[in-house]
DNA sequence: TACACTCAGATATGCCAGTG
DNA sequence: CACTGGCATATCTGAGTGTA
């Protein structure tokens, strides 16, 4: 773990740290956006109104557990009454309902507007969840709506904890969100905890989730969430359990990277978050290409044979690599999509999204702020609005047009290069491997390769 | 010696989309 | 809603080089 006394300005503390900070009354600087006078640990954590974060242990893991408490931050509001009139309300100061280390009191006479408005939502959101999981025939014809019904309210509870921290929200009240960050830290640590006493090591952790490693002597998950809802009052679910997961780490620092992972529940489904797969912008052939390589990797049943189907999935990576190389790509696969948030005037820079929108506005086409632009990379180095990109509403129907082969393929490497990184394939082993004429080397490489294993793969 | 220029790497900023 | 992460671009900095 990271000391203190190396934490800088911009570094993501961990809870743990937080806690131990607290504990040791050490100094320590947080973010850049913090005060100077917040440099008090106790302070910082007061002035700290993020969630709870575990850094992710990067890499391949067997046996992982995902357990979830359901909709966390209402819950907490429910069962702990916390509302803009309830915390630090003026008729009982005396309260004995105090939050974890910041101690506010909270109201003990009333129950809060928020609670009351909340309780029944998460009711209904349970039952449509157990309707969608209920094999039950009566439900079957409405299985979709319950579904749709079940995000929706999901979604409605999520941002209601925004509002909370929001200043113009007129329900809004800051100490609410600093109520229920702390003892949804609280939660989070005392789980973990639960959750290694039991014999589970903790890879990761993220405001209302949890990634457990079990072991020989640590399987009985239903014990496990039993035990947290009982010491917690708030109920948590299996959300599965993984025959593999790859954590995947930053690209900015070789630490975990809290939103990007990839993994194979044992019911066969995938659980992809973060990858680029995942986002709006992306070309569908750079999705097509990451689906392709997950696709070859979810046929392996644990860690072991993950590893051994890599040389499969770099194969993938090559056949595509190939197709835009030849210029045998299909143009509408070639097609970037993205929002954009003002209008073209107030731009300072010449990006993607400007280059399109200027050659629309040509056409007499505008595009507003929220409009989506859809454009092809032609000379992603040119400065010159016209050469940049190719708006795709300007691609007539059969006319040849030369896209930027060196861009997608750098854009292919790096898709790669995400979902491999922790296999040991950096974005240049796999630039190089992918040149056309390297057939042979690539087997020998392979097999060189799979006795280095990547750092984090190493046993300690 | 003073100054201008280039280049590479580090750092900051703008923008967008993801996580919950 | 709050917050994080990634990419592209802009700006800064220091080393190296050329020129007057």
């Known amino acids: 773990m990271q000391t203190l006394s190396r934490v800088t300005p911009g570094t993501v503390i961990s809870a743990i740290q937080i806690a131990q900070a607290i504990r040791e009354n050490v100094l320590v600087r947080w973010k850049q956006n913090v005060p100077e006078d917040f440099k008090d640990a106790k302070t910082l954590f007061l002035a700290d109104r993020g969630g709870m974060i575990y850094e992710p242990k990067i890499g391949l893991h067997e046996n992982v557990v995902e357990i979830d408490f359901t ?8 069962r702990h009454n916390i509302s803009p009139e309830t915390v630090l309300c003026k ?22 507007l928020i609670p009351r408005v909340l309780e029944p939502l998460i009711n209904r959101r349970r039952e449509y969840k ?71 090591e903790v890879l990761h952790g993220i405001v209302d989730s949890l990634w457990v ?21 708030i109920s948590v679910e299996l959300e599965g359990i993984y025959k593999w997961i790859v954590f995947l780490p930053k690209r900015s620092d070789p ?70 190389a030849k210029g045998e790509c299909d143009l509408k696969d070639l097609v970037f999509t993205s929002v954009v ?19 629309l506005k040509n056409e007499g086409l505008k595009v507003r702020p929220g409009e989506q632009v859809k454009y092809i990379i032609t000379d992603a180095e040119s400065k010159r609005y016209n050469r940049k990109v190719k708006a795709w509403q300007l691609v007539k129907g059969n006319v040849r047009l030369l896209y930027d082969k060196k861009k997608y393929l750098a854009y292919l490497v790096r898709a790669a290069g995400n979902i491999l990184a922790p296999f040991g394939y950096t974005e240049r082993k796999l ?26 793969l190493r046993p300690e």
């Open 91 to 112: 008729c009982c100061a005396d309260s004995k309902h105090r939050a974890p280390i910041i101690d506010y009191h909270i109201c003990e006479r009333r129950i809060g």
């Open 130 to 200: 157990k309707r969608v999981k209920d094999k039950d025939k009566e439900y079957n014809d409405h299985r979709e709506i319950y579904e749709a019904r079940k995000k929706a309210l999901k979604w409605i509870l999520v941002t209601c904890f925004g509002y909370m921290g929001y200043r113009n929200a007129r329900f809004g009240r800051i100490e609410c969100h600093e109520v229920i960050n702390t003892y949804g830290r609280e939660l989070l640590l005392n789980t973990a905890r639960i959750a290694e006493d039991l014999g589970y």
């Open 341 to 359: 948030s003002k209008d073209s005037e107030y731009y300072h820079q010449l990006n993607n999204n400007l280059a399109c929108m200027l050659q």
């Open 255 to 324: 630490t975990g990277a809290l939103n990007r992972y990839y993994g194979l529940f044992e019911n066969g489904e995938m659980k992809i978050r973060g990858l680029e797969l995942r986002r709006s912008d992306t070309p569908p052939l750079i999705r097509d290409a990451q689906m392709d390589m997950l696709k070859v990797m979810a046929r392996a049943n644990d860690a072991a044979e993950l590893q051994g189907r890599i040389p499969e999935v770099i194969e993938v990576v090559r056949g595509y690599a190939d197709m835009i």
């Open 71 to 78: 909709s966390l931050y209402p819950a907490i509001m429910v």
């Open 213 to 233: 490693k079990s072991s020989s002597n640590s399987n009985n998950h239903e014990k496990l969430c039993e035990k947290i809802f009982e010491q917690s009052g």
């Open 431 to 456: 630039t190089e491997i992918i040149k056309p004429g390297r057939q042979l080397t690539l087997i020998n490489s392979i097999q060189e390769r799979s006795y280095q294993l990547s750092p984090f």
